[in-house]
C-alpha cells in the first residue's frame, strides 16, 4: 500500500535542494530503492562519469517525485540513511585499497625492482635524483600453496629531468622471489631501459612490458 504523503507533482522543497550523498555513492542501488531508475545509466560506460555528478546533484528531486513520502522528516531520513550508507562503503573500499597497495609496495619484489631502478646509471642520467615511485598502476603478486608464485608491478616513477613507468615481473620458482624483466619507459622518450631481461624465466609476452 503507498505510503500517505505529498502527490506526485509536489514541487521540492527548496531547502531539500541540495547534494545527495546516497546518489553520488551507491548510485544504482539508490536509484532502485528510490525507483529513480535513470541512475541504470551508470551501467553504461563513459556516461557513467558524467551521471556520477548528475545524481548526486539530482538526486533528491528524483527521490522526492518517485516515490510517496510520509512528511519531510521521513524524507531527509530515508536519504541520510542512504548517505551513511554509502560513505560507509567508500570508506571501506578506500581502506581495503590503501592496505592492498601498501603490504604490496612493502613486497621484496617491489622493493627489489624500485632499488634496482634507483642505481642504474643510464636511469639516473635521464631522469636525475631523486627518484621518487609514486601511484602504482598495476599490483598482483600470486603464491601457491606449495611457495610458489609470481608478481607484476606497474608504478609510476619521477625524477626532476623527467618521469615514466616502471614494469616489474618477477617469479617464485624455489622459495626466494626472482626478477626476471624489469623494464622502464620513460615519457621524455621512445625507447625504453632494459634493466633486466633474463629469458630463464620469461613467460610468454614477458617482453612487452604494456601487456
Not at 544504482?28 to 531508475?37: I, Q
Not at 613486497?107 to 642504474?120: C, H, I, K, S, Y
Request: hydrophobic fraction near 45%; aromatic fraction near 12%; glycine fraction near 8%.
Amino acid at each position: 500500500m503507498p505510503l500517505p504523503g505529498q502527490p506526485k507533482d509536489t514541487p521540492l522543497p527548496s531547502h531539500l535542494r541540495r547534494w545527495n550523498w546516497g546518489a553520488f555513492f551507491l548510485n544504482v542501488f539508490w536509484g532502485l530503492g528510490n525507483r529513480s531508475y535513470i541512475a541504470l545509466l551508470m551501467l553504461v560506460p563513459v556516461v557513467n562519469i558524467v551521471m556520477l555528478f548528475v545524481l548526486g546533484a539530482k538526486g533528491n528531486a528524483w527521490a522526492w517525485q518517485n516515490r510517496l513520502w510520509q512528511d519531510e522528516a521521513h524524507f531527509k531520513r530515508v536519504q541520510r540513511n542512504w548517505a551513511v550508507a554509502g560513505l560507509a562503503l567508500w570508506l571501506v573500499v578506500s581502506w581495503a585499497g590503501y592496505m592492498y597497495f601498501t603490504a604490496n609496495r612493502d613486497n621484496e619484489v617491489f622493493q627489489g625492482g624500485v632499488a634496482q631502478m634507483r642505481a642504474n646509471p643510464e636511469v639516473i642520467a635521464l631522469m636525475g635524483q631523486p627518484i621518487e615511485d609514486g601511484r602504482m598502476v598495476q599490483a598482483q603478486v600470486v603464491v601457491s600453496p606449495s611457495g610458489k608464485g609470481n608478481a607484476q608491478y606497474v608504478v609510476r616513477v619521477s625524477g626532476p629531468e623527467c618521469s615514466g613507468q616502471l614494469f616489474i615481473r618477477a617469479d617464485k620458482p624455489r622459495g626466494a622471489w626472482q626478477i626476471y624483466l624489469l623494464v622502464l619507459q620513460p615519457d621524455c622518450r621512445d625507447e625504453p631501459i632494459v634493466l633486466v631481461n633474463d629469458a630463464d624465466f620469461a613467460i610468454p609476452n614477458a617482453a612487452s612490458p604494456g601487456d
